[in-house]
Structure formats: structure tokens, C-alpha cells
């Protein structure tokens, strides 16, 4: 059983440890502190408990979650200086489970240099072999049955690399598309194939994905119903819904700063809620540096122009955003083939949600696949005119410029330059998309022309610009600026616009050519076929992002931009970490979700180790 518990009660209670935000990564550490019984657990999330909602739960319903304000913050960027001012929104889960619940379920992993490069920033301790117990930890692998190895490939998972006892349920959907079934041999007859298991963070090329998805009824495993709703009975585990953490209140008499309490509103009053022990801020990577800087951690110079005062001046709270920019490629499907358009059709829709609902599966219990491609292996496969010898002269340019800069850059080129890191994600969506309309993100993936269309998307794996996230007012419920400076690296473009000019030769080669209208060579209306005059301003006028942002709370030595220790606690303080993305310093190749946990489940032993 479910425990609710009103503001006024959360507040009486005098916890060992509070957890702001109750999403992927705050409900995991909660839920392993809580193990102890002797120690009291606290969580404030400002959404509600969306643990039965169909909407949540059903997979072929991800995106209609977004832009909705029952289960998503709904930020947006500034307008981007280097992109003709466009406005990129983002989600962000706001519900029990946070981006867990609302994502589109990919269960990705980084590669095992993406974490031994953390170390080489600094971080001690901080590794692939480090971190991979961690990713078994919260896992348990569900094998497909021979009914869905029949359908699609399979083979290339290593059973032993993947957990077998964590709490979060992973699976192949249990319906499969002809999108789905072409999208591996296609790559395998361009010699991209799946090189191994991408769970051992070596292998690369394409491959069927697994999802975060209970396979008994075809359901999202996430973290509200994998962590927290099976404890959530503990007596000395207190989960507040509905409240919105405003700051974190120090005893400022004490050097390093020593959290006391958390403020947070409740049906428009404000409490004050007790802690002994810690704060877990896990807020996210847009509202951890937000709640830091109003609690009068970060720039002194942006906190006093919002009238608060400095208790701890950090200028690097806020800084290093990084995120996984995406842009879209619309083409037109062939004749019958079934796309999200089909769905305009009422009775189509209501048939797939009867299938599913009575037998969990058809087009709601879907998904699509990914692959991961070197630079190297898009260059050899553009080999074939002359773009390939500008592309050698471009690199070796880059690299040049790149060797004086960072630490961060160097290791990003050093991955560019890998012919086994991917510095693409090629994705797809079975329908239609339009880039005009990147600030909402409830249409972005969607489309009014008429027919049928399908989407191949590249995604840019290791960006060289930076942005960040600020606070431009006092109050708490006003949304930080979230300026992720895209583009502001000129490679960026160069890069994801060479990945579009190889996914065009993907939506040529069959399979998946057969599926499209005229063989790869119709596109939806806005699109065109590119080449390399025309792709750098195509990415500029149509990138949105795969809603990865990372790195505001850094997990660097202090002098080279660090928020936060490698033990993930915050710079002049005693008693307060940080447990999100945002203390990831590099971007990774994939989707964020399998490291967020990991990143949980190790904090949690950090936790549980200090305070031995």
C-alpha cells in the first residue's frame, strides 16, 4: 500500500535524509537509504503520482506526454545566437519517476571511455570498470522468447554482461513494425552491423534495442513503480508529492556550509522540512544548479543581481550544459505501410488500443531501434565522391584547433577520431515530424500533411559547445534561463550534418528502401535531399534536441569547473550532494537513463559509506 503524507506531517518529521526530487535518480537513492531502517527518509517532488496512468505506462503513448503540464516542466531554451534565434523546447519528467516516465525507454549505455575519460578529468575512482557493477545493479535483463528471436536479431546480447536482480524491468518490445524488422539488416548490408553487446560499452553499430519494459504486460519500468512503489509501505520512508523544493537553508555560521532544512510550497504555504544527516539534490540538470544558486550557492554576481546573498560564491554552478542535439530527416513511407499518421484513422487507433490492452502488444507496445556509428565509418561510407577528401582536410583542421583547447576537447576529438566510439546515434520514429515547430515538443514529431511518412534522426554523441542554466529572478517558481548554446562550436554542424548525408544513403539501401516511397527518394514536404552545400544550414534551420542535458553541477576538481567532489558532494559544504545528470562532465554516447540509475545506485553506497 501506497503511504501519502500532507505537507504539515512531512514537515514534523526531523529526517536523516532528504532527496530533492523524486525522479529517475532521486527515487533510486531514496529507495536504497530507506533499506535501513534506522534512518529516516525523506523525498519532495513537485508532480504527482502518475504510477497507474495509461498514458505513463503504455509505450506506444511516450510522446503524448510531452508539453502536457500534468507530467512535464515544459522548458525552453533561450533563443540560440547561433541558430537564427530558434527556441528548442524541452521535457522534463514532473511526476513521481521524473524523465523516467515520460522517455521514449531506449536502454542505451555509454561507452566505456565516455567514463574512463570522467577520470581522466580528475574524478578519482571514477571509471568504466567503477562504475559497470552499479548498471547490473538496477537491472534485471528479461531473455526474448523464441518468438521474438525469430523476428528480429538477438543474438548479439551477452546474457552474463547484464543484471539479473535490479529493480528495473528490461525487455524487446513485444510488437514489431516492418520499420523495425529492416532496421538491422539494412545496416548489416552496409557493414554496420552490431559489433557485440552494446552493454559492454565497446560495441557499436546497429542493432534491436532493448526498452525499459516489463515484457509480462508490455509496461514502462521506471523508477516510481521499480524503486519506490514497491517500498513505499516502509515506515521510514516519506514520499511528499505535489510540493516544490525553494531552497536549501544553512546554518551560516558554520564553515563548509552545513544544510539544515529544505523550504519547499505546498497548496500556496510554505514549510520547512528537517534534516540530520544530508541533502540529495536531485532535482535535475535544468532545477539542481537553479535550487543551488537560490540558496545563495553560485555566481556572486548573478546572485546579487536577484537580490540573494552569497553564502558560497562558485562561479561554475550552472556552467559545462551539454546535451545530445537531434535533427530529423522526413521521408515519405511507401504505400500501406503503417505510421503514426495511421492513427488519424479512429478506428485504427481504437483497434491498437484494444490489442493492447487485451493482449499487450500491436503498435502501443512498440518501439524503434539504434545504432551507433563512428565518424570513421560515415567517412568511408561517403567515400565514394569527393566529399570524403574534404571531410579528411576538415577533421584534420578541427583537430589542430582542438589540440590547444580543453581537456574536454581534447578527449571529444579523441572520440571523434576513434573508429570505435560513435559520434552519431541514428534513430528512428514511424511518422512524420516538423522541425519548424522545435519549441513544442507536443508537435515537433508530428505532422499535418496527408499519407504516411517516416523519420530518420541523427544525433550529435559528444558536442563541443557548451552552454548553461541561470536563475534571471528570486522567485522559485520562475523558470531559469536554459541556454544550451548550440552550435556555437562550428564542428557540431559539420558533424551531425555528415551523419544526415550518411542516413540518406541508409533510407536508399534495402530493406528499409522498400518501405519508403520510391525507394528513399521521396521526402515529406520542408525536406529535400541534401548535399554538402546545402547540410550545415539545414541542421541550423531544423536541429531539435534528444532532451539529454547534462553537466550544470559538474563532478570536477573545483579549479577546472567542478559543483561538485567525486564523491558527488558540493563544494563548500558539509552535507549536500548532488545525484542527476547534471554532475555528469562529459557528454556520453546513447540515452541517459542506465547511467542515471548507476550514477544512484553508487551514490547511495557513497551515502551509506560516510556515514559509517
Not at 527518509?41 to 500534468?70: C, H, M, Q, W, Y
Not at 514502462?220 to 512503489?229: E, F, I, L, P
Not at 564553515?255 to 528537517?274: D, I, K, M
Not at 551539454?322 to 503514426?340: M, S
Amino acid at each position: 500500500m501506497v503511504a501519502i503524507i500532507a505537507p504539515a506531517a512531512f514537515a514534523a518529521i526531523n529526517f536523516d535524509y532528504l532527496v530533492v526530487g523524486g525522479g529517475t535518480a532521486g527515487l533510486a537513492v531514496a529507495t536504497r537509504l530507506s533499506e535501513n531502517a534506522k534512518v529516516s527518509v525523506g523525498v519532495i517532488e513537485a508532480g504527482g503520482d502518475r504510477t497507474e496512468d495509461p498514458a505513463i505506462l503504455t509505450p506506444g503513448l511516450a510522446l503524448s506526454t510531452f508539453n502536457n503540464p500534468l507530467y512535464d516542466w515544459a522548458f525552453e531554451t533561450t533563443p540560440q545566437a547561433h541558430a537564427n534565434g530558434r527556441v528548442v523546447g524541452h521535457p522534463r519528467g514532473k511526476q513521481l519517476g521524473g524523465s523516467s516516465a515520460i522517455n521514449y525507454l531506449y536502454w542505451t549505455h555509454a561507452s566505456q571511455l565516455d567514463i574512463d575519460d570522467w577520470g581522466k578529468l580528475g574524478n578519482k575512482d571514477w571509471s568504466w570498470e567503477e562504475i559497470a557493477p552499479y548498471f547490473t545493479k538496477s537491472e534485471t535483463y528479461n531473455a526474448p522468447t523464441a518468438d521474438i528471436s525469430s523476428q528480429v536479431d538477438t543474438s548479439f546480447i551477452v546474457p552474463s554482461d547484464h543484471g539479473t536482480g535490479g529493480p528495473v524491468q528490461d525487455s524487446f518490445p513485444l510488437f514489431f513494425s516492418s520499420f523495425y524488422k529492416s532496421w538491422e539488416p539494412t545496416y548489416k548490408k552496409l557493414g554496420l552491423g552490431p559489433t557485440g553487446d552494446p552493454r559492454g560499452g565497446l560495441a557499436i553499430g546497429a542493432y534491436s534495442t532493448l526498452v525499459s519494459q516489463e515484457p509480462k504486460n508490455a509496461s514502462r519500468s521506471y523508477s516510481a513503480n521499480a524503486y519506490w512503489k514497491p517500498n513505499s509501505s516502509r515506515p521510514n520512508f516519506h514520499v511528499l508529492t505535489n510540493a516544490q523544493a525553494t531552497k536549501i537553508v544553512f546554518d551560516r555560521e558554520r564553515q563548509p556550509l552545513r544544510a539544515t532544512a529544505v523550504e519547499y510550497v505546498a497548496g500556496n504555504q510554505t514549510y520547512s522540512a528537517h534534516v540530520k544527516r544530508e541533502v540529495i539534490l536531485s532535482a535535475g540538470t535544468f532545477q539542481s544548479p537553479q535550487l543551488l544558486e537560490l540558496s545563495g550557492i553560485g555566481k556572486a554576481s548573478i546572485l546579487e543581481k536577484q537580490g540573494i546573498d552569497v553564502l558560497l560564491d562558485n562561479p561554475n554552478v550552472g556552467e559545462n550544459l551539454q546535451d545530445h542535439l537531434l535533427v530529423p530527416l522526413t521521408y515519405e513511407a511507401a504505400r500501406g505501410e503503417a505510421t503514426f499518421e495511421s492513427f488519424r484513422n479512429a478506428t485504427i487507433a481504437a483497434e491498437a488500443a484494444e490489442e493492447y490492452a487485451a493482449n499487450h502488444t500491436g503498435p502501443f507496445a512498440s518501439n524503434t531501434c539504434n545504432s551507433y556509428v563512428s565518424f570513421a565509418q560515415i567517412q568511408k561510407a561517403l567515400l565514394s565522391d569527393v566529399r570524403g577528401q574534404r571531410q579528411t582536410s576538415t577533421l584534420a583542421n578541427s583537430a589542430s584547433q582542438v589540440k590547444a583547447g580543453s581537456l574536454q576537447d581534447k578527449l571529444t576529438i579523441a572520440k571523434l577520431l576513434s573508429p570505435t566510439e560513435a559520434s552519431i546515434q541514428e534513430v528512428f520514429l514511424p511518422g512524420g515530424s516538423t522541425p519548424s515547430l522545435a519549441s513544442n515538443t507536443s508537435v515537433l514529431f508530428s505532422t499535418t500533411y496527408p499519407n504516411n511518412y517516416f523519420t530518420l534522426f541523427a544525433v550529435l554523441e559528444h558536442p563541443f559547445s557548451r552552454g548553461s542554466v541561470h536563475i534571471t529572478s528570486s522567485s522559485p517558481l520562475a523558470y531559469p534561463a536554459v541556454d544550451p548554446n548550440y552550435l556555437s562550436h562550428p564542428l557540431d554542424a559539420y558533424i551531425v550534418g555528415q551523419g544526415l548525408l550518411h542516413l540518406q544513403q541508409v533510407a536508399r539501401t534495402p530493406p528499409l528502401s522498400t518501405h519508403l516511397k520510391n525507394g528513399g527518394t521521396v521526402y515529406q514536404p520542408g525536406f529535400y535531399k541534401l548535399d554538402e552545400k546545402n547540410v550545415e544550414d539545414f541542421v541550423r534551420r531544423k536541429f531539435a534536441s534528444e532532451y539529454h542535458p547534462i553537466g550544470t553541477c559538474s563532478m570536477l576538481p573545483r579549479h577546472r569547473g567542478g559543483v561538485v567532489d567525486e564523491r558527488l558532494k558540493v563544494y563548500g559544504t558539509e552535507n549536500v550532494r548532488v545525484v542527476d545528470a547534471s554532475i555528469f562532465p562529459l557528454q556520453v554516447r546513447g540515452n541517459l537513463q542506465t547511467l542515471v540509475y548507476a550514477v544512484a545506485e553508487r551514490a547511495a553506497e557513497f551515502i551509506k559509506g560516510d556515514a559509517e
